[in-house]
């Protein structure tokens, strides 16, 4: 009897060691959409055939509820105090204006800059361009025919967030840089005295260029807003930084596997390019001139579809950052509707990449989903302001593996900095190493998995348009370089 029972111990340990989780992932994927607020994209989590509106709840929502609000947005120009809602399609012809004025406006705040809190009833004072509808900041997205399906299964499959707030109070440009590095400031020091790059490009010149280049071979007459407190955007530089980022963090900490990381977008002088700002990475030639730097011809890729081709190729590196095209970004009226069926090829790709690493990319991969900033649309969840730029409103955020529970809705507040975060703590790296909004962040993202238990089998995401198509597409990218 004795025998056996040490027999069945010996079996028991053996398989639990067949079944032995991962420690961390080998990847981490950052999937960057455009310009939505959960308010505004995904009404659709309240109504079948993905919910019911007892699934939504703005007030107090609990595990089990997603923060949508379906009626009722709060309008200070409206006699009752609200409006409804109305609906409008992804690919919209106006675009509202997301600067940090337009967060000024809406914010609507109580009290003085800074600390004051929000009323969140003054998007009507957000200035719209284009073909503009009545009442163009009071929309949301409608599922014709299916188009938003794709998001609607990620969010129902997988992670959703509740409170994630874009980090800065503004556009794009800014945006993209903490998504990047963590800070949008010029310097270091810069960063703790609260002065930032608060909007996207202007030109000294009147009438301005067309289009105006971002970053370190920007033209020389091209200019960034600074904020600094009390609000104050009286002063502007020329759009070149200097100070660590992420992929430093990556490549310049000793870890037992070389970490390694790779920026795909659509071109080499957009305002989502993070790293075309840092003249170390960038290493520019001059004003209006190239980018040349090792770092920058070894990890930047300007074919977003690429991305495609390396999960394919199991060249997928440690870190991803993976910025749309215009066509299939969700940013207002420069989007033609794929971007839902973007990202459900990537995270596809991922999901079918069966031969790579030892088991597959699925059961090494992290996807985090978020959308840059709010683009001026209604959302009904005030930001707790830190300063005078941080934090933006709500944005969204989708996070997708193998060991994400099914439905899964985290009430954690989490901003870019939080993605930064887990970056670090799952390769190993100084937690806040960079000391921005990566140390300043509450959250890590940890709680969106599980890696004690084995890793759900991937179930392929429908979508309208197959990573065919957008590996065959041969339109010429764009990007909102003439962005509000």
């Given at each position: 009897?004795?025998?056996m029972?040490?027999?069945?111990?010996?079996?028991?340990?053996?398989?639990a060691?067949?079944?032995?989780?991962?420690?961390?992932?080998?990847?981490?994927?950052?999937i960057v959409q455009?310009?939505?607020?959960?308010?505004?994209?995904?009404?659709?989590?309240c109504?079948?055939?993905?919910?019911t509106?007892?699934?939504?709840n703005?007030?107090?929502?609990?595990?089990s509820?997603?923060?949508?609000?379906?009626?009722?947005?709060?309008?200070?120009?409206?006699?009752?105090?609200?409006?409804?809602p109305?609906g409008?399609?992804?690919?919209?012809?106006?675009?509202l204006?997301?600067?940090?004025?337009?967060?000024?406006?809406m914010?609507?705040s109580?009290?003085?800059?800074g600390?004051?809190?929000?009323?969140?009833?003054?998007?009507a004072g957000?200035?719209?361009?284009?073909?503009?509808?009545?009442?163009?900041?009071?929309?949301?997205?409608?599922?014709?025919?299916?188009?938003?399906?794709?998001?609607?299964?990620?969010?129902?499959?997988?992670?959703?967030a509740?409170?994630m707030?874009?980090?800065n109070?503004?556009?794009?440009?800014?945006?993209?840089q903490?998504l990047f590095?963590?800070?949008?400031?010029?310097?270091?020091?810069?960063?703790p005295?609260?002065i930032?790059?608060?909007?996207?490009?202007?030109?000294?010149?009147?009438?301005?260029?067309?289009?105006?280049v971002?970053?370190?071979?920007?033209?020389?007459?091209t200019?960034v807003?600074?904020i600094?407190?009390p609000d104050d955007?009286s002063?502007?530089?020329y759009?070149?930084?200097?100070?660590?980022?992420?992929a430093?963090?990556?490549?310049?900490t000793?870890?037992?596997?070389p970490?390694?990381?790779?920026y795909?977008?659509?071109?080499p002088?957009?305002i989502?390019?993070a790293?075309?700002?840092?003249?170390?990475?960038?290493?520019?030639?001059?004003?209006?001139g190239?980018?040349g730097?090792?770092d920058?011809?070894?990890?930047?890729?300007?074919?977003?579809?690429?991305?495609?081709?390396?999960?394919?190729a199991?060249?997928?590196?440690?870190?991803?950052w993976?910025?749309?095209?215009?066509?299939?970004?969700d940013?207002?009226?420069?989007?033609d509707?794929?971007?839902p069926?973007?990202v459900?090829s990537?995270v596809?790709?991922?999901g079918n990449?069966?031969?790579?690493?030892t088991s597959?990319?699925?059961?090494?991969t992290?996807?985090?989903?978020?959308?840059d900033?709010?683009?001026?649309w209604?959302?009904?969840e005030?930001?707790?302001?830190?300063?005078?730029?941080?934090?933006?409103?709500?944005?969204?955020?989708l996070?997708?593996?193998?060991?994400?529970?099914?439905?899964?809705?985290?009430?954690n507040?989490?901003d870019f900095?939080s993605?930064?975060k887990?970056i670090?703590?799952?390769f190993?790296?100084?937690?806040?190493?960079?000391?921005?909004a990566?140390?300043?962040?509450?959250t890590?993202l940890?709680?969106?998995?599980?890696l004690t238990?084995p890793?759900?089998p991937?179930?392929?995401?429908?979508a309208?348009?197959?990573?065919k198509?957008f590996?065959?597409?041969?339109?010429?990218?764009?990007?909102p370089d003439?962005d509000?």
């Amino acid at each position: 009897m004795k025998m056996m029972l040490n027999m069945l111990l010996v079996i028991c340990a053996c398989a639990a060691v067949g079944q032995a989780q991962i420690s961390n992932f080998k990847h981490v994927v950052v999937i960057v959409q455009e310009n939505r607020t959960p308010d505004n994209l995904f009404q659709g989590l309240c109504a079948a055939p993905f919910g019911t509106a007892a699934n939504c709840n703005s007030t107090n929502p609990t595990a089990s509820q997603y923060n949508i609000q379906t009626s009722n947005w709060a309008d200070k120009t409206s006699a009752p105090g609200f409006t409804q809602p109305k609906g409008v399609m992804l690919a919209n012809a106006y675009d509202l204006s997301h600067a940090h004025s337009a967060f000024t406006a809406m914010c609507d705040s109580t009290g003085g800059p800074g600390f004051a809190a929000c009323q969140m009833d003054g998007a009507a004072g957000i200035h719209c361009g284009g073909t503009c509808p009545s009442q163009p900041q009071f929309r949301f997205v409608t599922n014709t025919n299916g188009i938003l399906n794709p998001y609607l299964d990620l969010a129902t499959q997988y992670g959703w967030a509740n409170f994630m707030f874009q980090t800065n109070q503004g556009p794009s440009f800014p945006a993209h840089q903490f998504l990047f590095g963590g800070t949008s400031a010029p310097t270091p020091e810069a960063d703790p005295n609260h002065i930032f790059a608060a909007e996207n490009m202007s030109s000294t010149l009147k009438p301005p260029p067309p289009r105006l280049v971002a970053g370190c071979t920007a033209d020389d007459t091209t200019r960034v807003k600074l904020i600094m407190p009390p609000d104050d955007e009286s002063q502007s530089i020329y759009p070149c930084f200097e100070h660590q980022t992420m992929a430093d963090l990556l490549t310049n900490t000793p870890t037992p596997v070389p970490l390694t990381w790779r920026y795909y977008t659509p071109g080499p002088g957009s305002i989502w390019t993070a790293p075309n700002a840092i003249q170390h990475i960038c290493q520019s030639t001059g004003p209006g001139g190239t980018c040349g730097g090792k770092d920058w011809t070894d990890n930047v890729d300007l074919n977003p579809a690429d991305v495609l081709k390396d999960i394919g190729a199991c060249k997928l590196r440690s870190v991803s950052w993976v910025i749309p095209t215009g066509q299939n970004s969700d940013h207002a009226k420069s989007n033609d509707g794929g971007g839902p069926s973007w990202v459900a090829s990537i995270v596809n790709a991922i999901g079918n990449a069966t031969t790579c690493d030892t088991s597959g990319y699925w059961n090494d991969t992290a996807i985090f989903i978020t959308w840059d900033d709010w683009g001026g649309w209604y959302d009904h969840e005030a930001p707790q302001i830190l300063d005078d730029y941080q934090y933006g409103f709500r944005v969204l955020l989708l996070v997708v593996s193998g060991y994400t529970r099914k439905g899964l809705i985290n009430n954690n507040p989490h901003d870019f900095g939080s993605i930064l975060k887990f970056i670090e703590h799952n390769f190993g790296l100084p937690l806040g190493g960079l000391n921005f909004a990566d140390a300043r962040s509450k959250t890590d993202l940890t709680g969106f998995f599980d890696l004690t238990q084995p890793a759900r089998p991937f179930t392929p995401v429908s979508a309208t348009k197959s990573a065919k198509f957008f590996l065959k597409d041969k339109r010429k990218p764009t990007d909102p370089d003439d962005d509000q």
